[in-house]
């Protein structure tokens, strides 16, 4: 009888917490919200500098509105293209899980949203949380087409850290005084490098240093003792950026979009695509002090912005004090040179992982790929269409394949509905020809092939993909950022990547998640992912105008087994070539 009673209780238990467990399951679904937004993508005149432009803008926004969601809900955004030019927009770290057609890149994974059209996105957010953002993604509209995208965590999911009551996106940007795309068509004529940003800007504006700018400087009001979270992004189009806050330390606790294990720095350093999570105590003497930005440029002799975007972070008490004229004007942080190398490897090296992780060991796909520029002989020397060195036109390439965006199909509807002609699945998985990546490259290796090469990955693979930049033209750090997927960045170091020694110094243990990571200049990275997300998906440098001369490749995940290992079938407003 004991027994029978024993036995009774014990399935009671089962049946209680089974019901528990089930409730609890079921609530996580049921507290999932689907978001509704609706993006006009439309000139607006926007004043900067002392000069008004006519601005494609979203929503008549600039920087455009900023999307705040938790994990596990889903976003429906519906576009219309009210201006002028193409466009596509992209949510930029979202894996988008089966569903390449969110993705955004254009003639990728769909073609672009063209005038007076309309295209509507819809995706799920899968187990991500912490700060991404969206931006367009064709041509250089990017300049001024983003917005801050926030995944908080589900009801009642704890943050790893003391998460403060109040946060501040900042999304570093670039502002160009004439029309971007004006820019971008000047370089592609003359095959030159591409005339500097004017200004960079914190949310939209240029800050107390830039003529004209004064009165709209960004302002962060804070309590003395008070902690907030600054939510940072680097939107700019063409610059890695040093950050930092005059006589506050942040501790890192987030970047893109996944946490890290907590540190202390005085200065950040994000290229474009990057965010980072800071969490800042105001425990100085009540003042106003300049909340900074300015260029890490590591290519040699090539024209940068050389100037400083501010905000400012105002002590309440301190405010007051200014109302009577009694403020001293805000300290100015000491940001690193533009070149300082150390201080970018240094900080980037901090980042980890906050436990161990589950890193990909048995390595189906062992990739080696080469990054940079080159240089195409012109037709005619001497023209203004050969304004790039010594009679050449800019160029770039991975694996000396510079890459071709198709015009008439995007590569995911051509891979789908099965057309061809569009794309070869041939790209290399190692460089054709071996040489001394970082010394001196003999001049016949400088011109890359053109070519719409994609490299067809298994579903479920480990992948590991070594990055080496090149000295053809210039060592330079490229952001390098991959669609639908992040990856584990196992190591990096300087000079040619060794087979033999460094992958005895990879970290398996913690190391960080990111969807975009630098390769060190005249230096390599390596990560590794399971390709674990079928469909085609861009791999690019994330400074558009590398994008724009081919340094950029696609990877084609094939279909697993079963539909939940398959890319869904394509939304049927679906926009048209």
Known sequence: MKTSNLTLKRLCSCLLLGLLAFLAFFASFSAAETHYHEFVVQAKPVRRLCRTHNTITVNGQFPGPNLEVRNGDSLVIKVTNAARY???????????????????P?????????????YTYRFTIQDQEGTLWWHAHSRWLRATVYGALIIYPKLGSPYPFSMPKREVPLLLGEWFDRNPLDVQKLAAFTGGAPNASDAYTINGQPGDLYRCSKQETVRIPVDSGESILLRI??????????????NHRLTVVSADASYTKPFTTRVLMMGPGQTTDVLLTADQPPAHYYVAARVYETAQNAPFDNTTTTAILEYKSAACSSKKGQSPPPALPLLPAFNDTATATAFT?????PSQVKVPTQIDENLFFIVGLGLNNCTVPNSPRCQGPNNTRFAASMNNVSFVFPRTNSLMQAYYNGVPGVFTTDFPPVPLVQFDYTGNVPRGLWTPRRGTKLYKLKYGSNVQIVLQDTSIVTTEDHPMHLHGYHFYVIGSGFGNF??????????????????????????????RFVADNPGVWLMHC??????ALGLSMAFLVENGKGPSQSVIP?????PRC
């Open 542 to 547: 994330h400074l558009d105008s590398h994008l």
């Open 349 to 353: 090296a901090q980042i980890k992982s």
């Open 233 to 246: 992004i680097n939107s700019a189009l063409n610059q890695e950026l040093f950050f930092s806050i005059a």
């Open 570 to 574: 394509p939304p049927a407003d679906l």
């Open 498 to 527: 060794n087979p033999r020694t460094d992958p005895a110094k990879f970290n398996l243990v913690d190391p960080p998640q990111r969807n975009t990571i630098g390769t060190p200049p005249g230096g390599w990275v390596a990560i």
């Open 106 to 118: 254009e003639y990728i994974t769909q073609c672009p949203i063209q005038p007076g059209a309309t």
């Open 86 to 104: 193409n466009v596509t927009i992209h949510w930029h770290g979202l894996r988008q899980l089966r569903n390449p057609w969110a993705d955004g």
